[in-house]
């Protein structure tokens, strides 16, 4: 039977292993592996696992560590998710999935992004707003940051001093908790990738939960492991 694993440092209380076990009825063994070292948590995938998800702090180091790497993952310079293939170990990084599909599940169309945030889950973000269409904006408390990573993904960054005059169509907020001198953000849809405590969704007019990025993300992560098609509704009733 094929295994299936997360790797990262914390992982304790993940949701996967409820989401994994829900999305094929428990037909497919799913594992936590809790490590600070990156090393011994990829040796534990090498030995044991036909497929690994990652999490932070693990995303860079798995994307160093692949043979071969997919569009999304090239892109965005991480990897969340690899898995064994007879040409080697694969790298996707499916949280950019999870960003285009939460956002193209609202039906509206969005031709600029403002993402707050130069970290794994903003790399991400700005991947899956390139993907969308968007001219995309990165912000970052940071600013050498935002500025590496713009120059990395051919987009255009402000300081955070310039936030409260920004306008975007799009805005992916993937920095943990609140922050201050913010848009105006009435106007914009708003994706927040924290599901366990968002500080925006009352300061939004139109709003995606970070549970939405999570499950879609999921949903493709999942596809890729097992070559079919996991139950959506399922995974959803997870978190009802």
């Keep these: 039977m094929k295994r299936f694993a997360l790797i990262g440092h914390p992982v304790a209380g993940s949701f996967s292993p409820r989401l994994f076990a829900a999305a094929y009825g ?26 690994i998800n990652v ?27 690899a898995v064994k293939t007879p040409g080697g170990i694969v790298g996707y990084n499916t949280d950019v999935d ?8 609202t039906g509206e169309h969005v031709s600029t992004a403002l993402v707050i945030g130069a970290g794994g889950a903003g790399r991400a973000a700005a991947a899956g707003a390139l993907r969308l269409g968007c001219r995309v904006t990165l912000a970052n408390r940071t600013a050498s940051r935002a500025a590496a990573l713009a120059g990395e993904m051919g987009c255009d960054w402000i300081p955070v001093e310039d936030l409260p005059r920004a306008e975007a169509d799009l805005v992916i907020y993937t920095v943990p908790g609140p922050m201050e001198g913010l848009p105006d953000l009435s106007r914009s849809l708003v994706l927040e990738a ?32 097992t070559g079919e098609t996991p139950d959506f509704e399922a995974m959803l009733r997870i978190f009802c």
């Design 26 to 51: 428990g037909r497919y063994a799913y594992d936590l592996v809790e490590g600070a070292e990156f090393a011994s948590s990829w040796q534990q995938f090498l030995d044991r696992y036909d497929g």
């Design 55 to 81: 999490t932070a702090p693990f995303k860079r180091d798995a994307w160093r560590s692949v043979d071969r790497l997919s569009d999304s993952a090239r892109l965005c310079g991480a990897v969340n998710l």
């Design 98 to 105: 999870g960003v285009e599909r939460a956002v193209k599940e």
């Design 194 to 225: 924290d599901y366990r405590t968002p500080s925006l969704e009352m300061r939004s007019g139109r709003y995606i939960s970070g549970l939405r990025w999570l499950l879609y993300q999921a949903v493709a992560g999942y596809s890729i492991f």
